[in-house]
């Protein structure tokens, strides 16, 4: 899923784009994705676009008149943009955005649909879509912690909470806790004042600096090839992989289409955290540190 560094570089490239320019027209290709009735999506075509903002992990279009395109893109939904018109026949396209200067358009992998458009009125309709969450860069450690304090979950669930943390999802905090040398099931209310000053630096310190890696790697054209598992990431997607820091393996724990990829000796002390279906399987015989793992591969 796109997150916060995704995003914002998405809305950069868009704001250069269309920011001045006429939404001509929607083509819609897939109904499932449009999730509004009020106002229409022909209310959108002929306006002129104002503004481009994140919304979290959405990405919020205003046209005049007041009116909002809102795209959450999901897990797989992506953005393209040339200038002349795509071919729109591709089983993976939702929707096609025609501008003045170019066209937008939206596709999603796989059989699921799980993307969505929005169309609202006015700033009280674009933040009745906002779950609510602080973002990250612009509050202070006070205003993190206590986020994160409201409910007792481990840290893992509480930082790709929308309703708590904004535009962090599944990759990225994975990142955020190893900078921050955290377990990703160490609870929010066990949390130390310095550990969740840790924790809120190694926050801005991840995203701020794959924000500049991905706006860098864009080199000004359009970002393509948007990712969840990035070369250069410390433990995301690097399960069985040398730990950058320490070289131990990076270990994960693997639940429903998800997994937390996370180093046992640097954020959990050395213990590894048990898997749920490996761990019903091994019962017993599921190691418990590094150590019984590696003695367990030797066998």
Not at 231 to 250: D, I, L, T
């Amino acid at each position: 899923m796109p997150e916060l560094p995704d995003v914002t570089v998405y809305v950069e490239a868009l704001r250069e784009r269309i920011i001045g320019h006429k939404l001509m027209r929607v083509v819609l290709k897939s109904p499932f994705v449009l999730r509004s009735a009020h106002p229409p999506l022909t209310a959108l075509h002929g306006r002129t676009v104002h503004e481009v903002r994140r919304l979290g992990k959405q990405i919020a279009i205003a046209v005049e008149g007041g009116l909002w395109l809102v795209l959450h893109l999901k897990i797989a939904g992506r953005l393209h943009w040339q200038t002349l018109a795509p071919k729109l026949g591709g089983r993976n396209t939702l929707a096609a955005f025609e501008f003045e200067g170019g066209w937008l358009w939206l596709t999603e992998a796989g059989t699921q649909r799980r993307a969505a458009m929005h169309v609202v009125e006015g700033e009280d309709g674009l933040l009745a879509l906002h779950a609510g969450g602080v973002e990250p860069l612009e509050a202070d450690a006070a205003a993190f912690a206590a986020a994160l304090r409201v409910e007792n979950h481990t840290l893992k669930r509480a930082l790709t909470d929308p309703h708590l943390i904004s535009g962090i999802g599944n990759a990225y905090s994975d990142e955020i806790l190893h900078r921050a040398q955290l377990s990703p099931v160490a609870m929010t209310h066990k949390l130390s004042d310095e550990e969740m000053q840790r924790l809120y630096t190694a926050t801005r310190q991840v995203l701020i600096e794959w924000t500049a890696r991905l706006r860098a790697q864009t080199g000004g054209e359009f970002p393509e090839g948007v990712t969840a598992f990035r070369a250069g990431m410390a433990v995301h997607g690097r399960f069985g992989q040398p730990c950058p820091r320490c070289g131990a393996r990076v270990q994960r724990i693997r639940y429903a289409a998800n997994e937390t990829n996370y180093c046992a000796r640097c954020q959990t002390g050395g213990r590894l955290l048990a898997d749920r279906a490996l761990s019903r399987l091994m019962h017993e015989d599921w190691p418990r540190t590094l150590e019984e793992l590696e003695a367990l591969r030797k066998r």
